[in-house]
């Protein structure tokens, strides 16, 4: 057996791709570890795995070129692995941004917002409905003011 694999991917350690569903050797190319975010086991080859999505179940692959990016350019700890698919990623992702620009915008659009930035406010929170977060209820009822905002100002036009 070789020293965490450096000679054979086969040998690498299990835990490198914990939660895979499987693993495809023959994708193997080598790594450079001296670019890798370590302390005691690096990863000598990057291989392509597939995954199982956190979120959604659905299987994707992460491949030997994205890991080549994660751990050598992007620095990421080489124990870490996606948790989540690239669709679902995108997502979050996109939840996150238009949770910031609720979070931004909401006392003073509520306040002192003009019609226009009510309908966008109102809009946003739809997106956030439609990407299937929980959302809390204060987003809940800033929804509703804004509804019962939006039609007051529309009847006196």
Request: a neutral charge; charged letters at 30%; glycine letters at 4%.
């Amino acid at each position: 057996m070789s020293d965490f694999g450096r000679d054979n991917p086969r040998e690498m350690p299990a835990h490198l791709f914990a939660g895979s569903v499987r693993l495809d050797y023959a994708t193997a190319v080598r790594a450079d570890p001296a670019r890798q975010n370590c302390s005691i086991c690096p990863r000598y080859w990057y291989l392509d795995a597939t995954f199982s999505c956190a979120r959604c179940a659905a299987e994707f692959q992460f491949t030997a070129s994205e890991q080549r990016v994660w751990y050598e350019q992007y620095r990421f700890w080489i124990d870490s692995v996606p948790r989540q698919c690239p669709a679902c990623r995108r997502d979050m992702r996109q939840m996150k941004a238009l949770r910031q620009e609720y979070d931004e915008r909401v006392l003073d659009v509520l306040e002192h917002g003009s019609l226009d930035s009510k309908k966008q406010l109102a809009s946003v929170i739809d997106q956030l409905y439609e990407l299937g977060n929980e959302l809390p209820g204060r987003i809940h009822e800033a929804r509703r003011r804004l509804a019962i905002q939006i039609a007051r100002e529309e009847q006196s036009r």
